[in-house]
Structure formats: structure tokens, C-alpha cells
């Protein structure tokens, strides 16, 4: 399979063509574009035809919420949610913090 790299032209003689992925480097979330010209057995060249893709990242974050179990009666509570975590390239950018009663 060959290696896309952007403004560099992958020439095959097949109609279709995979954008391999590596999972160390993937595609940014955003949206990349991407040409295909045709040429014939004559050597004449079609107009380009381009495609947008947006590479998104819809799986949500994990929050994981930490506290002591036991407080002294008047004495501050820390809540720590720095074990959360979202899959990556993407990272936690909010917390939303709610007591419930």
C-alpha cells in the first residue's frame, strides 16, 4: 500500500487505493482533502475531481473521580479527576464538577 503524504501524487493502475492509517501517526482530527485525476491509454489527463473526508473523534472520555471515603466533620473535600482520560491523540480539555445532594 502506498504512503500518502500531502501535495505528493500516488500514481496505481487500480481504481481504488487505501490510505493506511499508522495508529503511532494518525490522520489529525480536521478535514483533509484529496484529488483524482485519470488518464487514459492515450495519455490525455481529466479535469481533477476532489473529495473532503473529516477524520472525527466521536468516542467519549473516561472520567474517573477520586476522593477520600471519609472526611473530619468541617474539613475541605478534594476531588481529583486527573485519572481520567480520553483515547488518544485527544485529551481532557473540562471538568464538570456537580454534587448531587
Not at 25 to 44: A, E, M, Y
Not at 60 to 74: H, I, K, Y
Amino acid at each position: 500500500m502506498p504512503a500518502f503524504v500531502p501535495g505528493t501524487p500516488v500514481e496505481t493502475t487500480e481504481p481504488t487505493v487505501e490510505v493506511t492509517v499508522d495508529p503511532q501517526r494518525p490522520l489529525p482530527i480536521g478535514r483533509h482533502r484529496f484529488q483524482l485525476v485519470v488518464v487514459d491509454d492515450s495519455g490525455n489527463r481529466s479535469a481533477p475531481d476532489t473529495v473532503d473526508v473529516v477524520v472525527r473523534d466521536s468516542q467519549n472520555p473516561t472520567a474517573v473521580l477520586r476522593v477520600a471515603s471519609q472526611v473530619e466533620f468541617g474539613k475541605s473535600i478534594t476531588l481529583d479527576g486527573r485519572a481520567s482520560s480520553d483515547v488518544p491523540p485527544g485529551k481532557i480539555a473540562r471538568y464538570i464538577w456537580t454534587m448531587l445532594d
